[in-house]
């Protein structure tokens, strides 16, 4: 066996070294920064932008979450808009109906008048039931609140309406018609229903 004796740098030798070490740390700086498209990548690097940046990366992460937030707001209130739209529609014709029941003194015309109303009903019904986004229905009592900084102290609250026949008191067509005030009940009703509309969706 050759007995192993201890290796001699000499200062040239040393100093390549050194230079190779740099050159590594260096170049494994280089990739994380590339990686991860950041000049300052831990508190080592520079602490006064790491800390900084970190602050302005929270800040931003936070507004990023107010705008989901915002933008999950204005699909719930699109959602609302659009049920009441279509309600308002269902409105028209039920008027429609009414005044056509009216312009018809044969009772069995006014009852096939009246179960069309009914049927309107129940669609006027199920829109409100639906105007619904993740959970929130502003078309039944729902309610909404938006915050629009950081500390809260920004913000909005929008509270819905039952928006269904019971909540816009659209009472079902009384003794099929038959007379005309059990239309011009229904009528009045409808009158009433769209006031709401209106008024609440302002």
């Given amino acids: 066996r050759m007995a192993l004796s201890n290796i001699t740098l000499t200062a040239g030798m040393r100093a390549n070294l050194l230079s ?28 006064i932008a790491y800390f900084a940046a970190k602050g302005y990366m929270d800040r931003a992460n936070d507004l990023s979450g107010l705008k989901d937030n915002m933008n999950e707001a204005i699909q719930i209130v699109k959602a609302a808009d659009a049920g009441i739209t279509a309600i308002e529609d269902l409105i028209a014709q039920a008027k429609s109906l009414a005044n056509s029941a009216l312009a018809t003194a044969n009772t069995t015309e006014r009852a096939s008048y009246a ?3 009914g049927n309107l009903r129940t669609q006027i019904d199920a829109l409100a ?28 609250t929008i509270s819905g309406f039952a928006a269904s026949t019971t909540g816009l008191s659209i ?32």
């Fill in 20 to 47: 190779l070490q740099n050159t590594a740390s260096l170049f494994d700086t280089t990739q994380t920064r590339l990686a991860t498209g950041k000049k300052v990548n831990t508190a080592l690097d520079d602490p």
């Fill in 171 to 202: 009472d079902a067509a009384a003794n099929s018609w038959a007379a005309d005030t059990d239309i011009q009940g229904a009528i009045t009703d409808l009158d009433g229903a769209s006031s709401t509309l209106r008024t609440e969706s302002k």
């Fill in 115 to 117: 179960t069309q109303f």
């Fill in 129 to 156: 039931s639906d105007a619904i986004y993740k959970g929130t229905n502003l078309l039944a009592d729902g309610a909404l609140s938006v915050i629009f900084n950081e500390g809260s102290t920004s913000s909005l």
